[in-house]
């Protein structure tokens, strides 16, 4: 984390106390499966309790609920987590109290789609959205993605499409000039997930098959994804120009909303091409 000010580190560590200790008082023994000692003068777990769950010693342990300067590891954050019952979001909120950063969800199995964002892929056609997941994958597409962008049901990764589709490399006007920026967000987004085999995978397997990939991955440069114009040559429209603009979903930070707006002159043309797309 960045650094910060003595006040906002005290405020940080009165804030962690106040949060372990209500997180241990709507617990009982019986939650954790620890059997039930007799009557408390408090409700909740007791510290000794939290320790001995989290594998940690009690003298540590306090002195972490109490706000001291004591080194904190995320192995450590993750054990009392387990034994608080901590969920995603509160075990988010315990690194950052600590003075962590947060590790970068997405390592889980992987969730539907909701309807609701399936809704909004839907009601944003005959305009392109996708929904991606961190590492690129593709999570669900609208009708406006598979007419403008060529995109079909054997697409799954944003990347491996950009490199390997070739009505979509056809398509897009630029290609050769946005292939390395391309390159290099993906870069800067596998950097936050160092040893992630699924990135190590996928960049092993493109690599195989693209020698344009491959070459640009050796250059090790890293870039960020910005709001960027986005021109396709449509075989039936003509040249279409779109603005991006990517978009986090709320409960699932490691998916992203790509919306792609039409400049004008490209809005009238949209409902044509997806009505005569043969698909």
């Known amino acids: 984390m960045t650094s910060e000010t003595p ?20 617990l009982t023994p019986g939650d954790v499966g620890m ?4 009557r408390r003068r408090t409700p909740g777990l007791r510290r000794e309790e939290v320790a001995v769950l989290a594998g940690v ?9 109490q706000g001291r300067d004591i080194n904190v590891s995320a192995e450590v954050l993750d054990a009392i987590g387990r034994a608080l019952r901590l969920t995603e979001p509160e075990r988010a909120h315990l690194y950052l ?4 950063n947060p590790p970068r969800p997405g390592g889980g199995p992987r969730a539907e789609v909701t309807p609701e964002l399936r809704r909004l892929l839907d009601a944003w056609a005959p305009r392109p959205a996708i929904l991606r997941d961190s590492r690129w994958n593709l999570l669900a597409i609208n009708e ?31 290609w ?16 936050h997930a160092p040893g992630d085999p699924e990135f190590d995978r996928l960049v092993a397997d493109l690599g195989a098959v693209s020698p344009e990939f491959a070459e ?4 090790h440069e ?34 992203h909303l790509e919306l792609y707006n039409p400049r004008p002159g490209t809005e009238e043309r949209l409902s044509k091409v997806v009505v005569s797309d043969p698909g």
């Open 144 to 174: 406006g993605t598979r007419a403008v962008f060529g995109y079909d049901d054997t697409d799954h990764n944003c990347l491996v499409s950009f490199f390997t589709n070739a009505r979509y490399r056809g398509m897009h006007v630029q």
């Open 176 to 191: 050769d000039a946005v292939a390395p920026a391309v390159v290099a967000a993906f870069r800067a987004d596998a950097g």
């Open 7 to 26: 006040e906002a580190r005290r405020h940080r560590r009165e804030q962690l106390r106040d949060f372990l200790r209500a997180c241990r008082a709507r």
């Open 222 to 255: 890293v870039g960020a994804a910005v709001q960027a114009v986005k021109a396709v040559r449509h075989p039936a429209a003509g040249d279409l120009f779109f603005e991006m603009t990517t978009l986090t979903v709320a409960d699932r930070p490691d998916w």
């Open 97 to 100: 109290l600590a003075g962590l």
């Open 35 to 38: 059997a039930d000692a007799g």
């Open 216 to 219: 640009l991955w050796a250059r």
């Open 57 to 65: 010693g009690v003298s540590w342990y306090t002195w972490l609920e």
